[in-house]
Nanobody
Framework: QVQLVESGGGLVQAGGSLRLSCAASGRTFSSYAMGWFRQAPGKEREFVAGTSWRGGRTYYVDSVNGRFTISRDNAKNTVYLQMNSLKPEDTAIYYC?????????????WGQGTQVTVSS
């Protein structure tokens, strides 16, 4: 069982930056692939960024590639999402997710979400 708690959301102007954090419980955090998803009002949840269980591989949806960076600190059981050059269309609830070994489209574990609002 893995429990995930996100933090770091908030209100920011377009062009600004935020860093989201996701703290995970459990002693086997390093065995889990981690990712960030988001859901904007009236839209379906979408994948944003993911990292392999060892952290050596990262991947992004095209719309954030070059602006967002996912990273993980296995010693702290934490995964981060650094978001730069934010745009109003990045406004959404951001969810941390975890799945053993490989991240799929419907991970097994989810956080409660953190709101990110980007004003124009």
């Amino acid at each position: 069982q893995v429990q995930l708690v996100e933090s770091g959301g908030g209100l920011v102007q377009a062009g600004g930056s935020l860093r989201l954090s996701c703290a995970a419980s459990g002693r086997t955090f390093s065995s889990y692939a981690m990712g960030w998803f988001r859901q904007a009002p009236g839209k379906e949840r979408e994948f944003v960024a993911g990292t392999s269980w060892r952290g050596g591989r990262t991947y992004y949806v095209d719309s954030v590639n070059g602006r967002f960076t996912i990273s993980r600190d296995n010693a702290k059981n934490t995964v981060y999402l650094q978001m730069n050059s934010l745009k109003p269309e990045d406004t959404a609830i951001y969810y941390c997710a975890a799945q053993l070994r490989e991240l799929g489209p419907s991970p097994d574990y989810w956080g409660q979400g953190t709101q990110v609002t980007v004003s124009s």
